[in-house]
DNA sequence: TTTTGAGTTGTTCGA
DNA sequence: GTCGAACAACTCAAA
């Protein structure tokens, strides 16, 4: 017997209908249910341009998430304003006992949905939120003293002790007939009714929605056993290109950790291992909310940075001379996803060899990145940076020639997104400055075909150290 | 409380 | 070309 006569579910970072906590239980616990999507104008202000592959990520993602609830009797309400005002006027219009939703953790996100729960708590309407993005929230997984982890792997390992098959299983999304309420009006928006264009996502292309996130799944699970073989060459399909899916939550985590869980292996262990660093740095930002705008670590607070503005277009654009850090930003630029290894790669060259501060390069990454999360995307920075947890400056000074060597050997991948280098022969790819004239004539004239080095990795390489040493002996 | 072992993803140097 | 050690000491987490 229902305890809730109507329920608004508003979904948010979780576009699917299976394995859904907050419809579950919405579904579990009311008579009628109500599905709802806001299209939140101060997010969708903030984003730099109007051609955003997330926003039409995620109308993509919605229009068919929509399809699914209407195939069950329902449908989704799809509003276009402030959350925090749609969301108290539609429980309202709708005359809902309660507002369900799955719990988001960051900082504004929690803000915000305070300030919705004491509007709705006004009008007697309870708003209640679940677990549902991660398997363990920040305060499950403690230290035998109570407190956070601030490094990873007795994080992990606490992680991986305390997991269990219960907390994997599926909320099931069971909907009797007549419980989805149908939409009012079934008018959807367009991208532009939102005030956006269409970008390059279809062509890339990115599969959206639960059936995109389903079919690449597929396809990983055929190759999951080389993951931890090929993850770090950018010119293999090594990884399994389901961040966006997991950001948008067209998928769930306790699938994927379940499929992982589900085979054994160097490969399924090390990318179970990658989704545990999600929840690493979820609980990471929650603990640590400074970490935003700020360096983890105190002492790193002072360090001196040069901010050339020359030097920070030219790792914009991909024009500094140093192919696989070209590459890898082009490759965002254009597909608005980078391969992890060269996230490293280029937040390591902006911060430690163009002397650029990271929150800079944080903001870009922000702003363009498909999948950007920003707990993830700051750890990352901060880790690059060595402002974070686990700093060792002295260890982590990527050289990008090597590096390149290493992980791009024969300049595929470069070749893929430095046009100008089509020509350049693999040995000299990596280090293109280094070729004669003769060869230069051949093919590649660097400085007026292609770049030449905006800074000599050697010399910057000194500056850094030094300045990491001071700012560590100024604390 | 004290001690001990370890710390995502590197680089460089010298044998 | 390959290998192991040093990098520089510190903090964290567990025993």
Redesign the pocket.
Known sequence: MPEIDRALVWFRRDLRMGDHAALSQALSRARRVHCVFVFDTELLAALPSRADRRVEFIWHSLAELNRSLRESGGGMIVRHGRASDEIPRLALELGVNAVFANRDYEPAACERDDAIAATLSLAGIRFQCFKDQVVFECDEIL???G?????????K??WLKKLEPAHLAPHPVRAAKGALARPPSDSFPTLGDLGFERTNLLELPVPTGMSGAERLLADFLSRIDAYHERR?FPALKGPSYLSVHLRFGTVSIRRLVGEARARSGPGPETWL??LV?REFYFQILHHHPRVVGHAFRPEYETLEFDNDPAKFAAWCEGRTGYPLVDAGMRQLNRTGYMH??LR?LTASFLVKDLHVDWRRGERYFAERLIDFDLAANN??WQ?AASTG??A?P??????PV??SE?FDAHGDFIRRYVPELTQVPPQHIHAPWRMSALQQAAGCMIGRDYPAPVVD??AA?EIT?QRYARAKAAR
């Open positions: 230290t035998r003293e407190k956070p982890y601030s490094v990873f792997t007795p994080y390992n606490a770090d291992s990658e660093w992890n290894r490293m750890g990352g880790w947890c686990d060792q002295y260890f982590r000074i990527f050289n090597t590096q290493k990795h050697e390489r150290l």
